[in-house]
């Protein structure tokens, strides 16, 4: 009898150690998979191996255009909310993996000294007094405005996209629009009331404007660029699918005659965060 419960000791010990192992077994799969789906931290790059990664990007990028060209419409408050949202730009073009080339063109006098405490020259951006009309071909421009019935359906990396450099608390109505005109180049505004309902109108930051036109060019949908560009604050109602506008692609945009109305502001905003861009 005692050797008859040693051999069944023995059977129950033997399998509880089967049991055992392949409990063991299982577990240390589990681990492998658990660490094959941790994804090993990026390594962090110099600032001169960022440099080089940006300006292999920036060789075959699209290009976009900040025209700040409107400097006698701003006083000094309004020209450093301006450096502060050129400034921003910089870095939302540093953030993404594909950043555009961007031009700030018009650069007057009175707006150079608003840039110079913010260390401009270190921005990943080109400066130029020079007008995007003397360098792009005036066929190839799209001056992005709000004022413009044509609306922007897709992002074209052949075109070059012009927003304007305005900081302002209510809106130089038709400004933009009417120098695009007058330059016989195309216009259209970004499709924001297509997808969301603002508590404001549709009146964007510069850097608002730029980083949607970033993400789209990233892949991102109008509607994931447009909600992540505006402040949730601002957006009253989300269109899961888009509302109809009077729109033209954007190779078909063309411009339209000038009414010239009168300009009617009413003075500029003091800080970035309410400076306005004429979108």
Request: charged share 30%; aromatic share 6%.
């Amino acid at each position: 009898k005692k050797e008859k419960a040693l051999k069944e000791k023995e059977k129950k010990r033997e399998k509880r150690l089967a049991e055992l192992g392949s409990e063991n077994q299982r577990s240390a799969e589990k681990e492998g998979q658990a660490s094959e789906e941790v994804k090993e931290p990026k390594k962090k790059l110099s600032k001169r191996e960022a440099r080089a990664h940006f300006s292999e990007a920036l060789s075959s990028a699209a290009t976009a255009v900040i025209d700040v060209a409107f400097e006698d419409l701003h006083d000094e408050k309004s020209r450093f909310s301006l450096a502060a949202q050129l400034s921003a730009c910089s870095g939302l073009n540093k953030s993404v993996k594909n950043p555009l080339n961007l031009y700030i063109t018009g650069l007057g006098p009175k707006t150079l000294e608003a840039l110079k405490p913010k260390d401009h020259l270190k921005w990943l951006m080109k400066f130029c007094e020079e007008d995007y009309l003397q360098l792009f071909d005036a066929q190839s421009l799209v001056y992005l405005t709000g004022d413009s019935p044509n609306t922007l359906e897709d992002f074209d990396p052949k075109k070059v996209y012009i927003i304007g450099g305005i900081v302002d608390r209510n809106r130089f109505k038709n400004l933009t629009l009417d120098k695009a005109n007058d330059q016989n180049i195309a216009t259209a505004r970004l499709p924001i009331s297509s997808h969301v309902k603002l508590a404001t109108s549709a009146i964007l930051t510069i850097n608002q404007c730029y980083e949607i036109i970033l993400r789209k060019y990233n892949g991102e949908s109008w509607l994931q660029a447009i909600t992540k560009a505006i402040p949730a604050r601002k957006i009253v109602e989300v269109f899961s699918t888009p509302k109809p506008e009077n729109s033209a692609e954007s190779k078909d945009l063309q411009p339209i005659p000038s009414q010239q109305p009168p300009l009617d502001p009413e003075g500029p905003s003091e800080t970035p965060n309410k400076a306005s861009h004429n979108q």
